[in-house]
């Protein structure tokens, strides 16, 4: 009997759950629509008009981090007793999107901070560690970044080959990490280190790192072919020595760290991705509605806008649903791989349309279309690339089909 | 106490087929610009400790709550929501608001009311200097700049001359120009705050004010095609082509 009530109980609060979630995915609460609004004003009105300068210029756009800090954007998910809005990753996602819609450097700027490096610090870290780590970084006056690639391994995150060793009460650091979003302008990392490579993944640990920082040195600037007003480079370890109260989490367990970190991470990113598709839409909309040919507006002759608009609202709802299942503390590994995936194609595809609808116009820098391709490539390679997705989802289905 | 308006910022005006009005269907409605910055406007004054409570007022259908509550989100303390919807809502015009805005003012004991120099979907610019009227208050109006001083109010006019500085007593109606203020944009834990503040329904009726309107649209139409011009070779051509057009 006991057994059969608890099936009933279970299956209602399935329901229970299930049912908000189509609700909302209906549209969204008053709440999430209003923190939409807001952003999506201040990227119309602060961030789509310089893009295009940031992007040439490669430079950091100091003023608006700070300005989206104190709006709260750069820490959402941070409780307010920590300095952050105390919103959900769902409002989190829908932030991300319309700021990557004005600007796609600056989306992944706020994207790393709150994803990449408050968020593991808000999951692993102890008390004293979230006040150091975290509320200097919730203004917008100081960012961090994460630090796992390495020159020699990027998708194969476990075979980290920086070491960390103890030296009395200290961990002294060298190795060379590579690809390392905001380095130029962090204020702090957190460095994945092995701690005992015989262990393997196993061995990997994780550790707090304040920037600068005798030992720390950063590689030259990456010349990329998009999202240049976000630095990337490498972080250089030589005998870089941190207290042992830096390590992040316990020992060995920086692997999970990584993983779980990366899982939410890659929300943002697609958040990123749709965001920028949807520039792309906007531009390639705007210009079928004026441009003729054949005697009639090109926006009647165009499948394409029909096809991109499906992309990025598919992958949309994978996205808002994969941060749904993570804000109910649901499993969400495979829907968020899916989410991830699923923008960054379309965002590649969205984008690279929007230049075929613009024709020439599309190749030239008089129209932000090619930026908004150059931009897109990357959300198919960090976070974990395309290829790895497919891994993880292919994964998560065998294990599902195993029972 | 003050008035942000709920008003039309469509990419393209189009008059309905029936020449009764524009489009309104489908139109993203926010809060009229000029009315941002008098909300920021008081927001800013509660910020300095100069008043004790900020209240959003703003008349029209059910939508209007969600400019209400950007205005909570803002800063406000709390919102009112006079409800007109339908025919009223169509022929709601400034003199109807101001009566409206009066009666409010003197229910809620109001010290000073701020709003949009005009709106920009009508261009009226008649609101603010009615309710001051009806009030029988003094006015400080295309403000572009307010300062408190001890209980006057030091306004700063933005006039055709250049700018005027008057000194008002309190109560009084301040309207707001472009340069009085950049409106802020709402943040993340102050959107969160706006949820928990109270919007009151109140019905025109219950004020005491007849929204009828006393004026009638006969048409409304789109201004004629501009033309486009002509280029002449010299200054004689140029007086000769006036003169054809009968504009000398």
Same mark, same amino acid.
């Given at each position: 009997?006991?057994?059969?009530?608890?099936?009933?109980?279970?299956?209602?609060?399935?329901?229970?759950?299930?049912?908000?979630?189509?609700?909302?995915?209906?549209?969204?609460?008053?709440?999430? %629509?209003?923190?939409?609004?807001?952003?999506?004003?201040?990227?119309?009105?602060?961030?789509?008009?310089?893009?295009?300068?940031?992007?040439?210029?490669?430079?950091?756009?100091?003023?608006?981090?700070?300005?989206?800090?104190?709006?709260?954007?750069?820490?959402?998910?941070?409780?307010?007793?920590?300095?952050?809005?105390?919103?959900?990753?769902?409002?989190?996602?829908?932030?991300?999107?319309?700021?990557?819609?004005?600007?796609?450097?600056?989306?992944?700027?706020?994207?790393?901070?709150?994803?990449?490096?408050?968020?593991?610090?808000?999951?692993?870290?102890?008390?004293?560690?979230?006040?150091?780590?975290?509320?200097?970084?919730?203004?917008?006056?100081?960012?961090?970044?994460?630090?796992?690639?390495?020159?020699? #391994?990027?998708?194969?995150?476990?075979?980290?080959?920086?070491?960390?060793?103890?030296?009395?009460?200290?961990?002294?650091?060298?190795?060379?990490?590579?690809?390392?979003? #905001?380095?130029?302008?962090?204020?702090?990392?957190?460095?994945?280190?092995?701690?005992?490579?015989?262990?393997?993944?196993?061995?990997?640990?994780?550790?707090?790192?304040?920037?600068?920082?005798?030992?720390?040195?950063?590689?030259?600037?990456?010349?990329?072919?998009?999202? %240049?007003?976000?630095?990337?480079?490498?972080?250089?370890?030589?005998?870089?020595?941190?207290?042992?109260? #830096?390590?992040?989490?316990?020992?060995?367990?920086?692997?999970?760290?990584?993983?779980?970190?990366?899982? $939410?991470?890659?929300?943002?990113?697609?958040?990123?991705?749709?965001?920028?598709?949807?520039?792309?839409?906007?531009?390639?909309?705007?210009?079928?509605?004026?441009?003729?040919?054949?005697?009639?507006?090109?926006?009647?002759?165009?499948?394409?806008?029909?096809?991109?608009?499906?992309?990025?609202?598919?992958?949309?709802?994978?996205?808002?649903?994969?941060?749904?299942?993570?804000?109910?503390?649901?499993?969400?590994?495979?829907?968020?791989?899916?989410?991830?995936?699923?923008?960054?194609?379309?965002?590649?595809?969205?984008?690279?349309?929007?230049?075929?609808?613009?024709?020439?116009?599309?190749?030239?820098?008089?129209?932000?279309?090619?930026?908004?391709?150059?931009?897109?490539?990357?959300?198919?390679?960090?976070?974990?690339? $395309?290829?790895?997705?497919?891994?993880?989802?292919?994964? #998560?289905?065998?294990?599902?089909?195993?029972? | 106490?003050?008035?942000?308006?709920?008003?039309?910022?469509?990419?393209?005006?189009?008059?309905?087929?029936?020449?009764?009005?524009?489009?309104?269907?489908?139109?993203?409605?926010?809060?009229?610009?000029?009315?941002?910055?008098?909300?920021?406007?008081?927001?800013?004054? /509660?910020?300095?400790?100069?008043?004790?409570?900020?209240?959003?007022?703003?008349?029209?259908?059910?939508?209007?709550?969600?400019?209400?509550?950007?205005?909570?989100?803002?800063?406000?303390?709390?919102? &009112?929501?006079?409800?007109?919807?339908?025919?009223?809502?169509?022929?709601?015009?400034?003199?109807?608001?101001?009566?409206?805005?009066?009666?409010?003012?003197?229910?809620?004991?109001?010290?000073? &009311? &701020?709003?949009?120099?005009?709106?920009?979907?009508?261009?009226?610019?008649?609101?603010?200097?009615?309710?001051?009227?009806?009030?029988?208050?003094?006015?400080?109006?295309?403000?572009?700049?307010?300062?408190?001083?001890?209980?006057?109010?030091?306004?700063?006019?933005?006039?055709?001359?250049?700018?005027?500085?008057?000194?008002?007593?309190?109560?009084?109606?301040?309207?707001?120009?472009?340069?009085?203020?950049?409106?802020?944009?709402?943040?993340?834990?102050?959107?969160?705050?706006?949820?928990?503040?109270?919007?009151?329904?109140?019905?025109?009726?219950?004020?005491?004010?007849?929204?009828?309107?006393?004026?009638?649209?006969? /048409?409304?139409?789109?201004?004629?095609?501009?033309?486009?011009?002509?280029?002449?070779?010299?200054?004689?051509?140029?007086?000769?082509?006036?003169?054809?057009?009968?504009?000398?």
């Amino acid at each position: 009997m006991a057994a059969l009530f608890k099936a009933r109980r279970a299956l209602g609060m399935a329901v229970g759950h299930g049912v908000r979630c189509l609700n909302q995915l209906a549209e969204l609460p008053e709440l999430h %629509q209003m923190m939409r609004q807001t952003c999506r004003d201040y990227a119309q009105k602060e961030l789509a008009p310089i893009a295009a300068q940031l992007d040439k210029d490669h430079k950091f756009p100091a003023k608006q981090i700070q300005e989206l800090g104190g709006m709260g954007v750069m820490a959402v998910e941070v409780p307010e007793s920590l300095g952050g809005a105390g919103m959900d990753y769902l409002a989190y996602c829908l932030a991300v999107e319309e700021l990557s819609r004005g600007c796609a450097s600056t989306g992944v700027i706020v994207s790393v901070n709150n994803s990449l490096y408050l968020g593991p610090i808000l999951k692993f870290g102890t008390e004293e560690q979230k006040k150091q780590w975290i509320t200097p970084f919730t203004t917008g006056k100081k960012v961090g970044c994460f630090a796992l690639s390495e020159p020699g #391994n990027g998708s194969d995150a476990g075979a980290a080959s920086t070491l960390a060793q103890q030296e009395g009460n200290e961990w002294v650091l060298n190795g060379t990490k590579a690809w390392i979003t #905001n380095c130029w302008d962090a204020s702090a990392t957190i460095i994945f280190a092995t701690t005992d490579k015989s262990l393997r993944h196993k061995g990997i640990s994780a550790f707090l790192v304040p920037m600068p920082h005798p030992g720390l040195s950063l590689g030259k600037k990456e010349d990329k072919l998009g999202i %240049q007003a976000s630095s990337t480079a490498n972080i250089i370890l030589e005998d870089c020595r941190i207290p042992l109260s #830096n390590m992040l989490g316990e020992r060995g367990m920086g692997f999970k760290i990584a993983m779980q970190t990366l899982d $939410s991470g890659r929300l943002g990113i697609a958040a990123q991705a749709l965001g920028i598709a949807q520039a792309a839409l906007d531009c390639a909309a705007d210009y079928a509605h004026k441009r003729t040919a054949f005697g009639a507006l090109i926006g009647k002759l165009q499948f394409k806008l029909a096809d991109m608009a499906f992309a990025i609202e598919s992958a949309r709802l994978l996205t808002w649903r994969a941060a749904m299942l993570r804000d109910a503390k649901k499993p969400f590994t495979k829907e968020a791989a899916m989410a991830k995936l699923g923008a960054s194609e379309a965002a590649t595809f969205v984008s690279h349309q929007a230049i075929q609808v613009l024709g020439g116009m599309g190749y030239v820098t008089d129209m932000p279309a090619e930026r908004h391709y150059r931009d897109t490539c990357i959300t198919e390679i960090y976070e974990g690339t $395309s290829e790895i997705q497919r891994l993880v989802i292919a994964n #998560n289905i065998l294990k599902e089909y195993q029972q | 106490c003050f008035a942000p308006f709920l008003c039309l910022r469509p990419p393209q005006i189009r008059v309905k087929p029936d020449r009764t009005g524009v489009v309104t269907d489908g139109v993203k409605h926010s809060m009229n610009p000029f009315c941002e910055i008098a909300v920021e406007e008081a927001v800013k004054l /509660k910020e300095k400790k100069l008043v004790k409570e900020v209240v959003a007022v703003s008349c029209g259908p059910q939508q209007v709550q969600e400019t209400i509550r950007t205005a909570l989100a803002m800063g406000a303390d709390r919102g &009112i929501h006079v409800e007109v919807s339908g025919k009223d809502y169509e022929t709601l015009g400034p003199l109807q608001v101001s009566k409206i805005f009066a009666a409010l003012a003197k229910k809620e004991q109001a010290d000073l &009311i &701020i709003l949009g120099k005009q709106a920009i979907d009508d261009d009226c610019n008649q609101t603010g200097q009615m309710t001051a009227a009806l009030l029988d208050w003094p006015q400080g109006t295309f403000a572009s700049e307010v300062t408190l001083e001890a209980d006057k109010l030091k306004v700063v006019r933005e006039i055709d001359g250049g700018l005027e500085t008057i000194k008002i007593k309190l109560p009084a109606v301040v309207t707001a120009d472009l340069r009085l203020n950049t409106p802020r944009y709402a943040t993340l834990p102050n959107i969160m705050k706006a949820k928990k503040k109270k919007i009151v329904n109140v019905k025109p009726a219950d004020l005491g004010v007849d929204v009828s309107s006393r004026l009638e649209v006969l /048409k409304v139409d789109e201004p004629p095609q501009r033309q486009s011009g002509v280029k002449v070779e010299t200054v004689h051509d140029l007086v000769e082509k006036l003169k054809e057009a009968g504009r000398i």
